[in-house]
């Protein structure tokens, strides 16, 4: 692959846009782009040495043009607007008619320029970790870029396109939506030769009905493909299975129940130790692995080899993914275990839930060996819908039904489903608990927990439920 690194300056910025340069020196370079202005750095010391580009953004609460004046003041040497500023100073000022649509149109030219490998993860669930995952194997044979955090959306992901400037070999990125159109535009953005599709579940399904709806949805992601591009897809998922039968390129699967014909990568003999980790034998056109992974539960085993089918396709030694899948780590919030000062262990998967999610949480946690009781702490699930109380019912019977000992409830009024729905399935009222928000039942959760017991904790983020995991590492 032939890849590029270069320097974003004020001129290619206004030819990237469309834009006016209307002040300031075209060659003037800028060595970070930003949409916030609270992360400006202190005053240049030289008015012409590089610096940062400001974008001022639009939105239904904020207008970035309120403070381009303060952001030139405080050293920008770029403003990328839509209006101009009262006063630019040294600062290069590129005027464009839509400053959202600038930056996405600078990130798909960055991207294009750059020559770099986009490999383009979607799913309902386990995008970070497939991309975590996807990027540790890369970086074993190419230089990876991946992006940040959840910068997966109409800004995030442009802006992390424009870290292809220096040079990355390959870049992974996850893509995010909640509603329909959204993995489109993304996927213009990013012009992915691969796309990884993990599966359809029920997160937003609030936004969309169905669950077909989601598919149709997490489908676009196959968009704008060519005969060169390829899909690495979720042989165990029938919604992902349907779409990706019509793909235009190359389609490699992964699984480890297979609803037709055997996956490419596909995982048998596996044995499941919940939140310790998966070991499976693995069968691929490129020979047989053992995977060892220290992530909880089956479904990060199916992340885990999504990335290796990946990886494996650009050339990646089995040898080498055997390796780096023992050493990952889970991502902050999505199933970290920690052992706490009066021996119990928690586990935090607080950073977003579904009804799907939640199960193979639980479904994780009873495969965990424990001293204990398994206490389930769940925070409502949000965007659910109309539906939300039945969606949160079934998750709660479910939960009893595995076999959990102790289950709180975390929430507005849907969060009743869950006790409702684990008293159901025969969980009797001393164990049961409900509060109304994470800061009230934080405390309380400490105070129930003992030596020996495992403690799984998972909402959705507005609910918050990552308050009573920090609360639990404090005091339990």
């Given at each position: 692959m032939t890849v590029s690194a270069f320097l974003l300056t004020a001129g290619l910025v206004a030819d990237a846009t469309g834009g006016r340069l209307l002040t300031g020196d075209a060659a003037r370079v800028f060595d970070r782009v930003t949409t916030d202005s609270r992360t400006m750095p202190p005053a240049l010391t030289s008015p012409r040495a590089p610096g940062p580009l400001f974008i001022a953004l639009q939105g239904p609460t904020f207008d970035g043009h309120d403070f381009v004046t303060q952001v030139i003041a405080n050293g920008a040497a770029g403003v990328l607007v839509s209006t101009l500023p009262a006063v630019s100073g040294e600062a290069a000022v590129i005027l464009v008619d839509d400053t959202l649509e600038a930056l996405q149109r600078l990130?798909?030219?960055?991207?294009?320029?750059?020559?770099?490998?986009?490999?383009?993860?979607?799913?309902?669930?386990?995008?970070t970790t497939t991309k975590e995952a996807t990027g540790t194997f890369l970086a074993t044979k190419y230089r990876v870029f991946k992006n940040e955090g959840n910068l997966n959306n109409h800004i995030g992901l442009p802006l992390s396109l424009l870290e292809l400037r220096h040079g990355p070999e390959i870049a992974v990125v996850e893509l995010g939506m909640n509603h329909a159109g959204e993995i489109r535009t993304l996927?213009?953005?990013?012009?992915?030769?691969?796309?990884?599709?993990?599966?359809?579940?029920n997160a937003h399904i609030g936004h969309f009905g169905t669950a077909d709806a989601i598919a149709d949805a997490k489908a676009e992601i196959l968009e704008t493909a060519t005969p060169a591009t390829r899909v690495v897809a979720n042989a165990d998922d029938a919604l992902v299975m349907r779409h990706v039968r019509r793909f235009r390129g190359r389609t490699l699967t992964f699984g480890i129940n297979p609803i037709a014909a055997r996956a490419d990568v596909e995982a048998r003999r596996i044995e499941d130790r919940g939140f310790d980790g998966t070991v499976a034998e693995v069968t691929t056109p490129w020979g047989p692995m053992t995977l060892r992974v220290p992530l909880p539960g089956r479904a990060n085993l199916l992340n885990v080899?999504?990335?290796?089918?990946?990886?494996?396709d650009c050339g990646v030694s089995i040898a080498e993914?055997?390796?780096?899948?023992?050493?990952?780590?889970?991502v902050d919030r999505r199933g970290a275990s920690q052992r706490?000062?009066?021996?119990?262990?928690?586990?935090?998967?607080?950073?977003?839930?579904?009804?799907?999610?939640?199960?193979?949480?639980?479904?994780?946690?009873?495969?965990?060996?424990?001293?204990?009781?398994r206490i389930v702490v769940l925070g409502e699930m949000l965007e659910l819908g109309d539906d939300a109380r039945a969606w949160h019912e079934a998750t709660g019977r479910?939960?009893?039904?595995?076999?959990?000992?102790?289950?709180?409830a975390v929430g507005g009024a849907a969060a009743d489903g869950l006790i409702d729905g684990a008293r159901t399935g025969g969980l009797s009222a001393d164990q049961l608990?409900?509060?109304?928000?994470?800061?009230?039942?934080?405390?309380?959760?400490?105070a129930m927990v003992r030596?020996?017991?495992?403690?799984?904790?998972?909402?959705?983020?507005?609910?918050?439920?990552?308050?009573?995991?920090?609360?639990?590492?404090?005091v339990a």
């Open positions: 990130g798909h030219s960055v991207r294009v320029r750059s020559g770099a490998q986009v490999v383009a993860i979607t799913g309902s669930a386990g995008k996927v213009q953005l990013a012009a992915p030769d691969v796309r990884v599709w993990t599966n359809v579940g080899l999504a990335a290796a089918t990946v990886a494996l993914i055997e390796r780096e899948a023992a050493r990952l780590q889970p706490l000062a009066g021996g119990a262990r928690l586990l935090d998967d607080s950073y977003n839930a579904s009804p799907a999610a939640v199960t193979a949480a639980v479904q994780a946690l009873m495969a965990t060996p424990c001293e204990g009781r479910a939960a009893a039904d595995a076999g959990v000992d102790v289950l709180v608990h409900r509060f109304s928000t994470s800061p009230l039942a934080a405390d309380a959760v400490a030596a020996g017991d495992l403690v799984l904790v998972k909402g959705s983020r507005g609910t918050r439920t990552d308050i009573i995991a920090a609360r639990l590492r404090e």
